[in-house]
């Protein structure tokens, strides 16, 4: 009996039906030609291969979400799922339910986890990182003595600069106790007080850089009270270490050379910096310069101005008649009284001839009057007559006395008299009279002068009049 052959609808059915007998499994294999998640549905689509099988795996949106990992090709993943056959394509396909890293894949992915925790504190904050010097004049490196890690950056810093001193701290770089090596060897280094410290290995696979992975050895870099470089493997390795360290180098000969400046390279430097420094100064002193002659000129004018002013003022007082010639106020108020002595004079004549022809009218009328009179009217005449006469000289006398003492007094206050007493006019170095002695000062040049010329002195002492009680 002939075979009835099967549609492809009915063959495809037939697969998928006995494919979905197959309970679920566990496979672990290496991701390749990873493709994800798609943009629209957030599915990831991939192949995991060994050495002689390949099987295509769909890893829904929501599986790889709630994985935590990050697929690219290359990791070793283990995946929990089943088989299922896409009717349209007659495909096989591993679905994959439950997705985790394995061997290196989880070392990366426990790596990535306390690197995000560690980031989330701000250990790797780039404002929380200290400066290295620019100039170490002594750097600890932290690092294994049985390397040639070791000679290839005592042999850099020699050959950049060998001024810089070095000293060196021995730790483990490598299996189960090494961070706790690296970390007392971070302490010694700096309880040394080094201006840096240089935590350096070789290169080697991710699991043999693991131990600068490790926390413990995150947060002793991070706490570290000198600043820490960090030179761990080659080109692409990159540590924990690496992103908590305050500089992060591809190699310990890089990290060797950040903290040893080139001898040749600074004295270069060095140089231009001294043009520099010289041409700016240059520049500086010219502007000074140039301040300072529109200051002096400045100045100058108005010292000028203030001279010129203050030399007017001086004349001005010069030129007061006080100052200038006090004789001439002397000789004015003279003046005055013999012109006032004078108009006393003629009034005192003017007051005789008055009264003097007064009496000879009375004496006409008495001599008139006497041949009329009796003996006792002629002698009372006789009388009045004689104390007339003694009267006059009386009044007269007495204008004579009014006259003399106004005379006497004008006289006592003549500054001229004063002077032919004995006394001097003194005036202090601004040309002003020097009524006080609080007015002078020792030293100073004085003008004094007398009843008959003036001379010039100067001051040795100032003795103020003892004050009375």
């Given at each position: 009996?002939?075979?009835?052959?099967?549609s492809v609808s009915a063959a495809v059915g037939l697969a998928r039906r006995t494919v979905e007998d197959i309970p679920q499994i566990q496979v672990i294999g290496e991701v390749s030609g990873f493709r994800g998640p798609n943009a629209r549905s957030g599915h990831c689509y991939f192949s995991v291969k060994d050495e002689s099988a390949a099987m295509d795996v769909i890893v829904w949106r929501g599986v790889y979400q709630g994985s935590g990992v990050q697929l690219r090709d290359g990791l070793e993943v283990?995946?929990?799922?089943?088989?299922?056959?896409?009717?349209?394509?007659?495909?096989?396909?591993?679905?994959?339910?439950?997705?985790?890293?394995?061997?290196?894949?989880?070392?990366?992915?426990?790596?990535?986890?306390?690197?995000?925790?560690?980031?989330?504190?701000?250990?790797?904050?780039?404002?929380?990182?200290?400066?290295?010097?620019?100039?170490?004049?002594r750097v600890c490196v932290v690092t294994s003595l049985s390397g040639a890690v070791i000679d290839d950056v005592k042999r850099t810093l020699a050959r950049r600069n060998p001024l810089v001193r070095i000293d060196v701290v021995g730790c483990s770089v490598q299996g189960p106790d090494a961070p706790a090596t690296i970390v007392e060897g971070l302490r010694a280094a700096a309880a040394s007080a080094p201006d840096a410290v240089l935590l350096v290995r070789g290169g080697g696979s991710f699991e043999d850089l693991m131990a600068f992975n490790d926390e413990s050895v995150a947060r002793a870099v991070a706490t570290c009270p000198v600043p820490v470089v960090t030179g761990i493997g080659h080109e692409p390795d990159h540590s924990i270490a690496d992103d908590v360290a305050d500089r992060s180098c591809s190699t310990p000969t890089a990290a060797a050379e950040s903290v040893a400046p080139d001898t040749v390279?600074?004295?270069?430097?060095?140089?231009?910096?001294?043009?520099?420094?010289?041409?700016?100064?240059?520049?500086?002193?010219?502007?000074?310069?140039?301040?300072?002659?529109?200051?002096a000129g400045r100045m100058g004018q108005a010292l000028g101005a203030r001279l010129s002013l203050e030399a007017a003022r001086v004349e001005a007082l010069a030129a007061r008649p006080v100052l200038s010639g006090p004789e001439a106020v002397v000789d004015a108020r003279r003046a005055t009284v013999e012109l006032m002595a004078d108009d006393l004079a003629g009034a005192m004549e003017g007051l005789l001839r008055s009264h003097g022809a007064s009496l000879d009218v009375q004496g006409s009328r008495l001599g008139r009057a006497a041949s009329a009179v009796t003996a006792p009217s002629l002698a009372a005449l006789e009388s009045l007559s004689g104390r007339l006469g003694?009267?006059?000289?009386?009044?007269?006398?007495?204008?004579?006395?009014a006259v003399r003492r106004m005379a006497a007094s004008l006289e006592a206050l003549s500054p001229l008299k004063v002077i032919a007493r004995g006394y001097a006019i003194v005036r202090g170095p601004d040309g002003t009279?020097?009524?006080?002695?609080?007015?002078?000062s020792p030293g100073d040049s004085v003008d004094v002068s007398v009843s008959d010329g003036s001379f010039t002195a100067t001051v040795a002492a100032c003795t103020p009049a003892p004050t009375t009680r």
């Open positions: 009996m002939a075979v009835r052959p099967l283990t995946m929990s799922g089943s088989f299922q056959v896409y009717e349209r394509s007659g495909r096989l396909s591993f679905v994959a339910r439950r997705l985790s890293l394995a061997g290196e894949g989880l070392l990366r992915q426990r790596v990535a986890e306390l690197a995000r925790r560690l980031e989330a504190e701000g250990l790797m904050d780039p404002a929380r990182k200290r400066p290295v010097p620019s100039f170490c004049e390279s600074l004295t270069a430097a060095l140089d231009r910096w001294g043009q520099r420094l010289a041409s700016s100064f240059s520049h500086r002193l010219e502007g000074e310069s140039r301040a300072l002659d529109a200051l003694r009267a006059a000289p009386s009044v007269t006398r007495r204008g004579e006395e009279v020097a009524s006080s002695v609080a007015s002078l």
